[in-house]
């Protein structure tokens, strides 16, 4: 946890629980924290890079990682 952005995460002191729900349907809370984010899409790419495979991140569950990886893939 040493990236600069992370000191402007809007999730900071929040339960890390918030961010790892049990399903897609369940990750609401987390995205609406994320959408309010100042390094948003900072976080979604630091993910994206390093193949996070679990939680949200930069507002986006892992299904929706796979998706823009694959997306990425298709226009390259
Ligand atoms: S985008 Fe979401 S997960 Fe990423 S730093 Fe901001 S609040 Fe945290």
């Known amino acids: 946890m040493s990236a600069t952005w992370r000191k402007q995460a809007a999730c900071r002191g929040i339960d890390a629980d918030v961010f790892y ?11 609406a924290i994320c959408s ?5 899409e900072t976080c979604l790419e630091w993910a994206l890079a390093n193949r996070e495979r679990e939680g949200i991140w930069g507002g986006a569950t892992e299904r929706e990682r796979r998706r823009i990886h694959r997306q990425r893939r298709k226009s390259a």
């Open 21 to 31: 729900p049990v399903s897609d349907d369940d990750a609401g809370a987390a995205k």
């Open 36 to 40: 309010q984010c100042a390094v948003r």
